[in-house]
């Protein structure tokens, strides 16, 4: 995962020479978030990027339904001595976590809740001055979990909007997956993308998880009143400014 942010690094700065433009925009779902802030906080991200869109996205680590947070925590009693009474051992021994990432892959392994990656992370600080961030989340998540990890807390200088697809449109199950291609999810994407959209009515369609909007009796073109409030005061959204 850390050696794609470099890739991330390279291909921004083709983007920038191609096109001449001194600044981008990022959208990033999932560990694709997690590559936004890698960017930002290793390659100089904060210099290159405006505004950052992370749906689903990894900011804080995920627990993978649990086994993340306790394969670290054996793996870390394994360090210490203790683990082995668990069956246990340190990563490099290898320990549980080194099994799990045969399943799931280095990169996997690394967006575990308490990987050194998510760590150095979150002692980085969740923001930069200057960047304008907005997160969407769903509470039907089933990979990036528990969901509330994926909001930021805003920095001195940043705006964080936290956006929860659920708040105000109980209806909209979006999963890890579907939160990108329903409607709702789109629009919200745009909003983070354009200021000048902020404020315009959202679709609020029935979305099943793994599925999609446009099931037979889906208030079609529905609109959430919440997220309709000019400037997003409403509670379904939280403009942050750091202090």
Known sequence: MVESSTEVAAFVELVLDETGASKVDMVGHSQGGTQLQLYIQ??????????????????????LLGIGTLGWTLDDAGSLGIGSVLGS?????????????????????????????????????????????????????????????QFLVA?????VRNILLQDGCPEDRSDHLSATYSLRGKEL?????????????????????????????APVG????????????????TDGEGS
Do not use: F
């Open 189 to 217: 994407i745009k909003q983070g993308l354009d200021p000048a959209r902020r404020g315009q009515p959202v679709p609020c369609e029935v979305v099943v998880p793994g599925g999609g909007q446009g099931w037979p009796g």
């Open 42 to 63: 290793r390659h100089g991200g904060d210099q290159t990027v405006e505004r950052v869109v992370g749906v689903n996205p990894n900011t804080h680590g995920t627990s």
């Open 222 to 237: 529905s609109v959430s009143p919440s997220l309709a409030a000019v400037g997003g005061s409403a509670a379904s959204v």
């Open 89 to 149: 051992a340190n990563v490099s021994d290898p320990g549980l976590m080194a099994t799990v990432g045969l399943v799931i892959g280095p990169a996997g392994v690394q967006q575990a809740i308490g990987s050194p990656v998510i760590e150095e992370m979150i002692n980085a600080g969740d923001t930069r001055p200057g960047l304008d961030y907005t997160i969407i989340a769903s509470r039907y998540d089933e990979v990036v979990t528990p969901y509330p990890g």
């Open 155 to 159: 920095g001195p200088g940043a705006t």
